[in-house]
């Protein structure tokens, strides 16, 4: 039927159709998992996006080939040309989530190179780019991460006027215990020199954040219905998944902690990335310790092709496996980066509906479609899968 038709069928279907939004059924934010039919979505943002300063906690978090760049940059705007280019991606990516029917929303515009001063440190800004690093819905529930980075500290701000709209909309609104993110939230001596070093680090569990308070990252979780899988990173702490544990718990949520080796682990969605009831993509590069569990459940663990991004395409604040980092718009139907040609057949081999999208530039500000996203709403009900 043409909704655009007047007559009484084409009301009747109109009225139909909106009932079996989840947002009438369940007010403005409502996801369980990374696959349900996404209604709504928030997309990042280039604007006013600056380098970082290059601390402890960004050093620990970068490649040694990058540092020079953050040496050189910190506090400054990206690369303009960059931003160019990776705004007009990002544009276009907006478009075509709309295409499919999704809402698209975006986060407010902020002078991210403006320094401020706590009482324990100071610092500048980063960006509002990757919404997936600091909010996490659960539920009808919108979690407001409290960070790692010092540069990160304000970035929720950007997302406020969007997050009050859907407080005044029925959703639930946590912040987690803001850090003091003083020196000794950081092992200030974290010695990283090599890829050798990283490796020797991770694998004895000895990461540039402490336990003096807890921090995480939201994009170290990754969801699943009943239950939520999460990391140890560089950016994510014992104490602030122990927060984690006993927030979800009081909802029925089953949290549960994985480990890879990784030499670098810093959000978990391009090592472990689900795609659908029983079905994740797991990094080969980056073994899941505790993979039996999911294979003893009957999951598919897909180990997904090489990426084919060029070794010289900059990508600052991330490793090439941004090639997996994929947005599901529901199970059959997935937003892959057009040029990865490989992992786009394995989708087409599962039977899922590629939707090939460009978003070269906007990688290298550190993210894929699943970090430039955070999904608000997904039609779905809150099931178990393990
Ligand atoms: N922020 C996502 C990057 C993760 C990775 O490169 O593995």
């Given at each position: 039927?043409?909704?655009?038709?007047s007559n009484v069928a084409s009301e009747d279907y109109i009225m139909e159709s909106d009932e079996n939004l989840s947002h009438e059924k369940h007010g403005p934010v409502w996801a369980w998992n990374e696959w349900d039919p996404l209604e709504e979505v928030i997309v990042g943002n280039v604007n006013g996006a600056t380098v970082p300063p290059f601390t402890v906690e960004v050093k620990a978090n970068t490649y040694a080939k990058h540092w020079e760049f953050f040496r050189k940059h910190g506090g400054t705007s990206f690369p303009e040309g960059y931003l160019k280019k990776a705004n007009a991606e990002i544009?276009?990516?907006c478009n075509i989530l709309k295409h499919e029917g999704v809402e698209v929303k975006r986060p407010d515009n902020m002078d991210f190179s403006q320094v401020y001063q706590t009482p324990d440190f100071e610092s500048c800004g980063m960006y509002a780019a990757m919404p997936r690093d600091i909010l996490l819905v659960i539920g009808d529930e919108i979690i407001e991460a409290p960070m790692a980075w010092r540069s990160r500290f304000f970035e929720y701000r950007a997302y406020r006027s969007l997050i009050k709209e859907y407080?005044?909309?029925?959703?639930?609104w946590t912040t987690a215990p803001k850090p003091q993110m003083a020196d000794e939230l950081y092992d200030q001596v974290y010695p990283i020199r090599s890829v050798e070093d990283r490796h020797r680090l991770a694998a004895n569990g000895q990461f540039v954040t402490t336990e003096f308070e807890p921090c995480f990252d939201a994009a170290d979780f990754m969801?699943?219905?009943?239950?939520?899988f999460v990391q140890r990173s560089q950016v994510t702490n014992y104490m602030g998944i122990e927060w984690m544990r006993r927030h979800l718990e009081k909802k029925g949520i089953r949290l549960h902690t994985l480990s890879f080796k990784d030499p670098n682990p810093m959000h978990i969605d391009a090592t472990f990335n689900i795609i659908g009831p029983g079905m994740v993509l797991s990094n080969p590069d980056r073994p899941c310790h505790q993979i039996e569990m999911f294979k003893n459940a009957g999951w598919d663990v897909i180990h997904p092709p090489n990426p084919l991004i060029s070794d010289d395409?900059?990508?600052w604040m991330s490793s090439k496996?941004?090639?997996m980092n994929v947005l599901m718009l529901d199970p059959k139907r997935v937003i892959v980066q057009s040029t990865e040609t490989s992992i786009r057949k394995l989708f087409e081999s599962l039977g899922i509906e590629c939707i090939p999208v460009n978003i070269l530039?906007?990688?290298s500000l550190g993210g894929g479609f699943h970090c430039w996203t955070c999904d608000i709403r997904r039609n779905g009900e809150l099931e178990s899968y393990l």
């Open positions: 039927l043409d909704k655009n038709n544009e276009e990516f407080f005044k909309g029925g959703a639930m969801r699943a219905g009943r239950d939520v395409h900059p990508l496996w941004l090639s530039h906007a990688n």
